[in-house]
């Protein structure tokens, strides 16, 4: 059985950092497949990174790293804002390379809340 699992959530205060973890069990999945995207409550689910790109709202301040071949899928969330509270989640695909949309992923991990205050 294919699994996501995040990690690396939490609290911060506005300008501080975060770092996230995806990490794949079941199978091994390309890091151009993979991509982080996020959530807040009553909105659709957003592209947030993959090897390919970022979303505007967080170039510049997001980085998304892994080593070739290898788990886990790590986001580096650096000078943090309270618009970037959500609930981030890792996703990958069966096959092709990673896309900003969310209808492509195959796998979903089950989210961790990353809150920022002010």
């Known amino acids: 059985q294919v699994q996501l699992v995040e990690s690396g959530g939490g609290s911060v205060q506005s300008g501080g950092s975060l770092r996230l973890s995806c990490v794949a069990s079941?199978?091994?999945?390309?890091?151009?497949?993979m991509a982080w995207f996020r959530q807040t409550l009553g909105k659709e689910r957003e592209f947030v990174a993959s090897f390919t790109g970022y979303a505007d709202s967080v170039k510049d301040r997001f980085i998304i790293f892994r080593e070739p071949n290898k788990s886990p899928l790590f986001l580096q969330m650096n000078s943090l804002e309270p618009e970037d509270t959500a609930t981030y989640y890792c996703?990958?695909?069966?096959?092709?390379?990673?896309?900003?949309?969310?209808?492509?992923?195959?796998?979903w991990g089950q989210g961790t809340q990353v809150t920022v205050s002010s």
């Open positions: 079941g199978r091994t999945f390309s890091r151009g497949s």
């Open positions: 996703a990958a695909r069966d096959s092709g390379s990673a896309t900003r949309h969310v209808q492509d992923y195959d796998y």
